[in-house]
């Protein structure tokens, strides 16, 4: 069972502030998957990181996929109140007729203004 | 373009009674899947369905069913329903399989 670990599970910042948000396997994956999810909706899809090493920024975020495509992270610059929501990741698996995404089970994030 | 169509959005139904939520997909994309997604477990796979057949099925009881249209409209099915079935159920489409869903608004299952 490939599992993702997200980390911190909880974040509550100012507004202005820079944060990080991890996601990690023991798992190679395909490609990873950010979400972010207002409350009462569903998962928005941010960005799609596949190769090894990648980076990928959109506007003020940043994602990173870790070299052996088993972990990634999301950096924010500046975080403004409209950030507010849960992120998650998920994994495409590599290999095999498995059509479906692993997600971690999020981050929190609360900017105050 | 029309995004991913869930009905109802909110739902209370009794213990051991039955529900249908139903999702109308992206026009074009073919593969639905299903998640449930609670507070302690997150979002777990109920199944995926692409082209009217399922392709991949989630640890869940036999509960909990589900089909695809010829027009890939989907339906998910929870019989006898139990408290913990009290859940976020969220459908997700894509053009195919798990490279990038793009997920309805959801269906708040309330059991009481």
């Known amino acids: 069972t490939q599992l993702l670990e997200q980390s911190p599970q909880f974040l509550s910042i100012q507004e202005g502030e820079n944060l990080t948000v991890y996601c990690n396997s023991s798992s190679v994956f395909s490609s990873l998957q950010w979400y972010r999810q207002e409350p009462g909706e569903g998962p928005v899809l941010l960005v799609t990181v596949v190769t090894g090493g990648e980076v990928k920024k959109l506007k003020r975020l940043t994602f990173q996929f870790g070299d052996a495509r088993k972990d990634s992270s999301l950096h924010i610059t500046a975080a403004q109140p409209g950030d507010t929501g849960l992120y998650l990741c998920a994994g495409e698996p590599t290999a095999g007729s498995n059509y479906k995404l692993t997600f971690g089970k999020g981050t929190l994030l609360t900017v105050n203004p | 373009k029309a995004g991913v169509t869930q009905t109802p959005r909110y739902l209370i139904k009794t213990r051991g009674q039955q529900v249908t939520l139903s999702c109308s997909p992206i026009s074009g994309h073919r593969s639905v899947s299903w998640y449930q997604q609670t507070p302690g477990q997150g979002l777990q796979f109920l199944f995926e369905?692409?082209?009217?057949?399922?392709?991949n099925k989630g640890n869940f009881p036999g509960r909990f069913s589900g089909r695809q249209f010829s027009n890939s409209r989907s339906e998910m099915n929870v019989s006898t329903l139990e408290l913990g079935d009290s859940a976020l159920y969220l459908c997700?489409?894509?053009?195919?399989?798990?490279?990038?869903?793009?997920f309805g608004s959801g269906t708040r299952l309330t059991v009481v």
């Open positions: 997700a489409s894509s053009i195919q399989g798990a490279a990038g869903y793009t």
């Open positions: 369905y692409f082209s009217e057949t399922q392709r």
